[in-house]
T-cell receptor
Framework: DAGITQSPRHKVTETGTPVTLRCHQT?????MYWYRQDPGHGLRLIHY???????DKGEVSDGYSVSRSKTEDFLLTLESATSSQTSVYFC?????????????FGPGTRLTVT | DQQVKQNSPSLSVQEGRISILNCDYT??????FLWYKKYPAEGPTFLIS?????DKNEDGRFTVFLNKSAKHLSLHIVPSQPGDSAVYFC?????????FGAGTRLTVKP
């Protein structure tokens, strides 16, 4: 199993509060991704990183920001959580970008915004 | 817009029989396709992939078929086992873009 951990695994927060989710990898992979999984939508890319301090937006980036100050850590921040951000969040890593590189996923964080 | 569609949210098959999971895509720029398997409370794990230059790829009990003209791919599992019960996601990849379908929940009954 790829060494990917996510913390916390579960979180309940109130609308309007800031939330930060952490992804940590021990594989030294260059690329890291944040997805959200919602019923009927599958996995949708929020943001991704292609190196330390190098990030870009994905399909559903509004309301989210990310930071990567070290190769092994990729943080996802919800500046002011809303109920529409209730979801399961997955971090993923890959050796490189491109179509043939499979992604390895973390165990997920279930976030509930009340 | 969903560029990758899995129109069957669920599928139930008997142990030992064939499971066929389907996936359609709309973007002709996608040229690499993957299937991921997901168990409850775990992240998705890679299962099998296929390049657009092929129409079939096999790995043990799992075979993926690609019909480029129809923009359709399918995953065949033969024979199906109870441990195959999971959610299966289809993914399509192009230049720096990967899109996932909504998933199909497969239940294999003993």
């Amino acid at each position: 199993d790829a060494g990917i951990t996510q913390s916390p695994r579960h979180k309940v927060t109130e609308t309007g509060t800031p939330v930060t989710l952490r992804c940590h990898q021990t594989e030294n992979h260059r690329y890291m991704y944040w997805y959200r999984q919602d019923p009927g939508h599958g996995l949708r890319l929020i943001h991704y990183s292609y190196g330390v301090k190098d990030t870009d937006k994905g399909e559903v980036s509004d309301g989210y920001s990310v930071s990567r100050s070290k190769t092994e850590d990729f943080l996802l921040t919800l500046e002011s959580a809303t109920s529409s951000q209730t979801s399961v969040y997955f971090c993923a890593i890959s050796e490189a970008s491109g179509r043939t590189y499979e992604q390895y996923f973390g165990p997920g964080t279930r976030l509930t915004v009340t | 817009d969903q560029q990758v569609k899995q129109n069957s949210p669920s599928l139930s098959v008997q142990e030992g029989r064939i499971s066929i999971l389907n996936c359609d895509y709309t973007n002709s720029m996608f040229d690499y396709f993957l299937w991921y398997k997901k168990y409850p409370a775990e992240g998705p794990t890679f299962l099998i992939s296929i390049s657009s230059i092929k129409d079939k790829n096999e790995d043990g009990r799992f075979t993926v078929f690609l019909n480029k003209s129809a923009k359709h791919l399918s995953l065949h599992i033969v024979p199906s086992q109870p441990g195959d019960s999971a959610v299966y996601f289809c993914a399509a990849s192009g230049d720096n873009d990967m899109r996932f379908g909504a998933g199909t929940r497969l239940t294999v009954k003993p």
